[in-house]
Structure formats: C-alpha cells, structure tokens
C-alpha cells in the first residue's frame, strides 16, 4: 500500500484543522511545515491529535548537530512523530536528528533531492546518490525524494533498499500520481487536495492510491 500524506500549508488555524479533519478517512499521515507553525504556532499540533493521525515536521533541519538536536527536541516535545532534516550539513548534523528521533521512538526522513526547478542546480553530478548513502549510514528511517523525476525515484530506490521513499511534487507540481505511487511508499500531496473546493472529496480520489 502506497500512503498519502497531506502537506498542510495553508495559514489559518481553523481552517487547517477543518481541511485535516475532512480528509483524515482518506490520508496516513499529516504534513505540517512552517506555514502553518508560524501562522498558527506550535500549539496546531495539539489541535490536529485528535485525528491520530501520524504528524511529520517539515522543518527541513540543516544547522550544527547541537542546533539539530534542539531543534528535534522541540519537535517531538510538541508532538509530533516525525522529522525531515537536510542531508547537506554532513553526517553528522543529520545523525544527530536521527537519534533525537529515534529517543522518542519517532522517525526522522533526509532530503535527498528536491522537486522544483531550480532544484537541479544543486542535486546533480551524484550529490543526491551521497545523499542517499549518507541517509542509509545514519539509520534514517528513509529519503525525500522528487516526485516530478520519477527516474531519479528508481535511481535512488537502489541505494535506499526497503528505506521508506517520500516523495513530494504530484499535482500542482506537476509530478503524476499513478507513476510515482508504484515507485515510492508515500506520496506527498498539498495544494491538489487543500485549495479543492472539497479537499476531502479530492483526498478520497487521492487515496486510490492506497488500495
Ligand atoms: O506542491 P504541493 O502543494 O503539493 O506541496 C508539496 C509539499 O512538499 C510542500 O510542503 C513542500 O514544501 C514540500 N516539499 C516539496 O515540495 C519538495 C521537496 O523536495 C521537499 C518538500
């Protein structure tokens, strides 16, 4: 089964806790980034427990191991019960988010290459492969990985192994849902379901994915 996670980055309190509520019978897992923590505050993770559904911080954390491991302390404090941290920064940085993680019997996920444009000009000539790598030493518990090049998916599926695979870029990125759904065991999906006039009645059409 391939899960659906909805990236919630819309800025209203209310109304992130309205579309959450609408599509948790059709999702796995919820997404929540700095739109909404910044808008709404820390205290947004409270609100969408109700759901129980799993909820993954979207902080891409990239700074010094101390900082990381502030910065995941904070995370899974609040809440949450899972990390996505840059890769970057070096082993050890991105360790460090891992055992944080870990401690509190949570998950933490490496960027390995991003999904826009522009994201090109920096993940080429194998750095998204040593990403990869580096994301199997550290014991992450998997990768992020662009749903928009679905060949670069099959690429670094061969270095992740069973590692999980999370792929946004499907939709309003352009990425298509059936192809990536084969490649990965998570898709990540934001504007497509939150700005529908129905986002739960998109996030059903979504989970097909899950069958
Ligand atoms: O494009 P969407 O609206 O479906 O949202 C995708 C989400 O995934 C969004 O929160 C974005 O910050 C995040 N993301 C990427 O889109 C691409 C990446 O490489 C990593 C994260």
Redesign the pocket.
Known sequence: MTELIL?L?VLDRKRAVSIAESCAPYIDAI?V?YPLVLSAGLSIVEDLADLALPLIA?FKVADIPNTNRLICEAVFAAGFDAVIAHGFVGADAARTCVEVAHRHSGAAYI?A????PG?TEFFHGGVAEHLAELAVSCRADGI?A?ATRPDRISRLREIVGSKAIYS??????GGDLDTVARLVDGV?????IYEAENPGAEAERFSRIRR
């Open positions: 990236s980055d997404k980034g979207d960027v290459e991003m999904s826009h994201a992020i662009p946004p870029g499907v939709g309003a990125q990540i999906v934001g504007r497509s």
